[in-house]
Nanobody, 124 residues
Framework: QVQLVESGGGSVQAGASLRLSCTAS????????MGWFRQAPGKEREFVAA????????LYGDSVKGRFTISRDNAKNTAYLQMNSLKPADTAVYYC?????????????????WGQGTQVTVSS
């Protein structure tokens, strides 16, 4: 079993930046694709970004393209989400997820392990 722990959330003003981290532990085995999702109150969990096993390929949700960057450091079993130019609409709980394969798309079904989430609040 793999455990995922997110960190780096917080409360910021619009236009600020935050970097989220997600560290995996347990029976990690080979490197698999990783992703970030978010869920605002009363809304469905939304795909934010995904990165393949090596870090050579990334995918982003339309609402964060050009502002967020996903990356990973396999030596540290850690994935990151750099969030720039934050907006109040980015306010949500952000979840890290580990995919079932070497690559992953935007579907929640592609992911088998989930972290507990970290709150990001952006005020205007």
């Amino acid at each position: 079993q793999v455990q995922l722990v997110e960190s780096g959330g917080g409360s910021v003003q619009a236009g600020a930046s935050l970097r989220l981290s997600c560290t995996a532990s347990g029976h990690i085995g080979i490197n698999l694709a990783m992703g970030w999702f978010r869920q605002a109150p009363g809304k469905e969990r939304e795909f934010v970004a995904a990165i393949n096993w090596s870090g050579s390929s990334t995918l982003y949700g339309d609402s964060v393209k050009g502002r967020f960057t996903i990356s990973r450091d396999n030596a540290k079993n850690t994935a990151y989400l750099q969030m720039n130019s934050l907006k109040p609409a980015d306010t949500a709980v952000y979840y890290c997820a580990r995919a079932r394969g070497l690559v992953a798309g935007p579907s929640r079904a592609d992911f088998t392990s989930w972290g507990q989430g970290t709150q990001v609040t952006v005020s205007s």
